[in-house]
């Protein structure tokens, strides 16, 4: 028996593709038969697996099931909740891996799958390994006809982990769910903690029927921003669909970004773990990096994507890590691994450590005037080249550059960033500057650049 995926949904950190379309039960039954040989072979048998909230999730996760099954391992079922508290699960049941069914931020058509091998990240050459097995048929059969599952209920759990050691004080926040996955976990955590809390559309619905669950996108914090004004409370939380990204605000409504959430973490963390390495990726500010430095720790700059930075998190032993995006890390008291809800605790806890409030650590950030993500359309085939076509020219003349993920310039104005998604057929660009004069010349840059190489920073491709 053979499969082959669709071509598009085997991605460079999970799985992804459009139910009906690119991804439907067979292919996770097929993801179940390859990754449950992969624990089989490596000398492991239970494999612990969970949902997000969307409508296609239960069928997928019955079909990855009996996929496990049938290659000889045992599933436990956490059921329905957000990713991390799938990785939780991973991390502290007698499992040797962990599947999370998810279309993380996706629209509700989507969905896909988040995986843990023997507490590694599983992606990039893992993931097209799956898709060699598939279509070869290398898949163990069981002798028979598997293992059977079992559900567990870990919701409580793992909610007291995320308060365990909380020593933070008592706010006034607004929480917004936005129908995701973390909803319910929300709805449990906001109980045991001090303060006044108002949470918003903690009612899973795969539909996403209020605003799309993705807070890096500022239109959807329109809801938290309104719940914040209107009760006037000291800032308010977001996450996207499955949990594993946070979004802030603000007492007076200004965003907080997830470079800028993690200057905050890193003061906190660096008081507990003096001249720590403090991780962040290429779209990171520079502000962050000279706050780290300024702090007396390591600023590293790495390549973006949750995979790769936990991967490099436990290279080097970071204690924290993040991502523009909103990925949190906190190895600090924690697993090590992207959880929205656990970097929600921590802001309380910073805050009240730093002695200071959200609006006050937003209001003391250096004034930078930078550009959102810029992302436009690039054939497959050209995105990388283009890339390396940017760099051969930088270096040519003489420029500083960075090449960790793309190509990152620093000049007297600032720095700006053109480099490859790994998900998608898009080039992404970010620049940043102390004034919008500045800012112009970096954007200048950029689109010189792209000209060279028969390009123009066309028409923003979406998520």
Do not use: C
């Not at 993690?262 to 660096?270: D, G, K, P, Q, S």
């Not at 950030?365 to 076509?389: G, H, I, L, Y």
């Not at 020219?393 to 993920?405: E, F, I, Q, W, Y």
């Amino acid at each position: 028996m053979t499969h082959n995926f669709h071509p598009t949904s085997l991605r460079e950190y999970d799985i992804r593709g459009i139910i009906g379309e690119t991804l439907g039960e067979d292919d996770a039954y097929a993801i179940g038969r390859g990754f449950g040989t992969l624990i089989g072979r490596a000398g492991g048998s239970r494999v612990v697996v969970g949902y997000d909230g969307r409508t296609s999730s239960p069928v997928l996760e019955g079909a990855l099931i009996r996929g496990l099954n049938d290659s000889g391992i045992k599933a436990l079922s956490v059921g329905m909740g957000p990713t991390p508290m799938l990785y939780y699960a991973e991390a502290t049941e007698e499992v040797d891996g962990g599947i999370q069914i998810t279309g993380s931020h996706n629209p509700a058509n989507y969905n896909g799958f988040k995986m843990v091998f023997q507490g590694r990240p599983f992606f990039g050459a893992d993931i097209q390994t799956l898709g060699q097995m598939a279509a070869e048929g290398d898949w163990t059969d069981a002798p028979t006809g598997g293992e059977g599952n079992e559900r567990i209920d870990i919701m409580d759990r793992y909610v007291a982990r995320l308060i365990e050691g909380f020593d933070g004080a008592g706010y006034r926040i607004g929480w917004d769910a936005g129908n995701g996955a973390a909803g319910p976990v929300v709805d449990k955590l906001v109980k045991l903690l001090p303060g006044e809390h108002y949470t918003l559309f903690t009612d899973v619905d795969g539909n996403f029927p209020n605003h799309h669950p993705d807070p890096t996108e500022e239109k959807n914090l329109a809801d938290l921003r309104a719940l914040v004004a209107e009760k006037k409370l000291d800032f308010g939380l977001a996450f996207d669909g499955d949990g594993d990204r946070i979004g802030a605000i603000d007492g007076e409504g200004r965003v907080i970004w997830g470079d800028q959430l993690l200057m905050i973490y890193a003061e906190a963390v660096l008081k507990d773990v003096p001249g720590a390495t403090i991780i962040a990726d290429v779209k990171a500010s520079q502000a962050l990096y000279d706050q780290v430095a300024k702090l007396g720790g390591q600023p590293l700059m790495w390549k973006t994507g949750h995979s790769l930075i936990k991967s490099k998190m436990k290279e080097i032993d970071s204690p924290l890590a993040g991502e523009m995006s909103g990925h949190i890390f906190f190895k600090h008291q924690y697993y090590g691994f992207d959880d929205a809800l656990y970097a929600a605790v921590r802001l309380i806890r910073a805050a009240t450590s730093l002695g200071k409030s959200v609006t006050q650590l937003r209001s003391d950030m250096p004034a930078m005037v930078n550009t959102p993500e810029m992302r436009f359309q690039v054939d497959e085939s050209r995105k990388f080249a283009v890339v390396d076509e940017v760099l051969a020219r930088l270096t040519a003349a003489g420029a500083t550059v960075n090449a960790t993920d793309g190509a990152r310039v620093n000049t007297d104005d600032g720095w700006w960033l053109l480099r490859a998604s790994n998900t998608q057929d898009v080039l992404v660009a970010r620049a940043e500057a102390k004034d919008e004069a500045g800012l112009e010349r970096l954007l200048a840059q950029i689109d010189g650049q792209l000209a060279e190489s028969g390009l123009v920073r066309g028409e923003q491709a979406g998520h």
